[in-house]
């Protein structure tokens, strides 16, 4: 992947590269570097050419493209094989059919559109070409079943972090919707492949409402995207590099003890219903209480009115503020 390289040397040098730099760094010709210059550029990147100076990064487009993601890419594994495509019907499936065939863990499928984007319980999520960001990243983690569930709260943290890295004030509202001003930019959806005491393989899919402005109806109450919220459009190729980044840390101190313990503390201290009235929307019956923090399985600990402390299992429950969403 000869473009990633040269923008990933351009990137590090931080202003002009000489050819003759960039020629010995990749061990290809004066002829070869100008042929991928120009590829970069008839691409849409900004590289200005100065005799004696070399090249220049001046500008880069937002594009979801393997050498674009792979330039800023600061990770060790999470997204070392790397799956580019424009259009498909859900990323998760794409990673479930890579993990079938026996795709490494860290592999990352990135789609600009999903026709069939869904959520958690067979919803749907709003996917439309362009502005966003889609992704799922596959994970084969030596822990048990029924402590996959909580890697969905670790990748709600990693979310948070990249999206706040924005300079937004982003949180969590249980179990893994990252919400802005009360609204939701980012939802995830995790599964899993498994015997009862061994797993194949999990999917965690992301969906991030990046530079979405405008929403269909239904969700126009609920949903916000980080354009609309930051008055600006952000990078996608920089914010996935980060949520990457954010993931293998918390990632690690998962893996340390096999639950929440490692990254509690953070998650908690963006948890938006921490402290808050909650609507706990169990089939099994409705019931309101106030939001504690949560349990190091990842449960939700709700204060019911007579004292009483419940544990609340992200399976089948919605969570919502007394008032609104959050
Ligand atoms: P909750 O119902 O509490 O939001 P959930 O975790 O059950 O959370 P998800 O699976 O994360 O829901 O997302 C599906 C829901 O999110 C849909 O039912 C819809 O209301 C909403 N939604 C769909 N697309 C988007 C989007 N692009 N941005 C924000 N919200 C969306």
């Known amino acids: 992947m000869r473009k990633a390289e040269v923008l990933t040397l351009l990137r590090e040098a931080g202003g002009y590269l000489s050819g003759q730099e960039l020629c010995g760094r990749l061990g290809v010709s004066r002829t070869a570097v100008w042929k991928i210059i120009n590829q970069l550029k008839e691409e849409g990147y900004g590289i200005e050419a100065v005799p004696n100076r070399g090249y220049l990064l001046t500008a880069s487009p937002d594009l979801l493209e393997e050498g674009e993601i792979r330039s800023r890419l600061r990770t060790r594994w999470a997204g070392g094989n790397l799956i580019c495509c424009r259009t498909t019907g859900s990323t998760n499936a794409d990673a479930k059919a890579e993990a079938e065939r026996g795709a490494p863990e860290g592999t990352l499928v990135v789609a600009e559109r999903q026709e069939a984007g869904r959520g958690r319980r067979g919803r749907e999520w709003f996917s439309p070409e362009g502005s966003n960001l889609y992704f799922t990243l596959l994970l084969r983690p030596a822990c048990a079943p029924d402590q996959a569930c909580m890697l969905t709260l670790v990748m709600a943290l ?169």
């Open 158 to 326: 990693a979310a948070a972090e990249a999206v706040r890295e924005q300079g937004l004030d982003a949180g969590i509202k249980w179990p893994n919707d990252i919400v802005i001003s009360g609204k939701k930019v980012c939802g995830i959806l995790t599964e899993m492949s498994a015997e009862p005491d061994f797993i194949h393989y999990v999917v965690i899919g992301t969906g991030i409402n990046v530079n979405q402005t405008v929403f269909p109806e239904g969700i126009t109450e609920t949903a916000t995207s980080l354009r609309l919220e930051k008055g600006e459009s952000v990078g996608r190729a920089q914010l996935l590099a980060s949520v990457m980044e954010h993931f293998e840390s918390a990632y690690a101190r998962f893996l340390k003890t096999r639950d929440l313990s490692g990254i509690r503390a953070d998650y908690e201290s963006l948890l938006v219903n921490k402290g808050r009235p909650v609507r706990v929307l169990d089939p099994k019956g409705e019931y309101e209480g106030t939001a504690a923090g949560i349990r190091e399985n990842g449960e939700l600990l709700v204060k019911l009115p007579d004292g009483r402390m419940e544990c609340v299992y992200a399976g089948e429950v919605s969570v919502r503020g007394i008032y609104g969403y959050v």
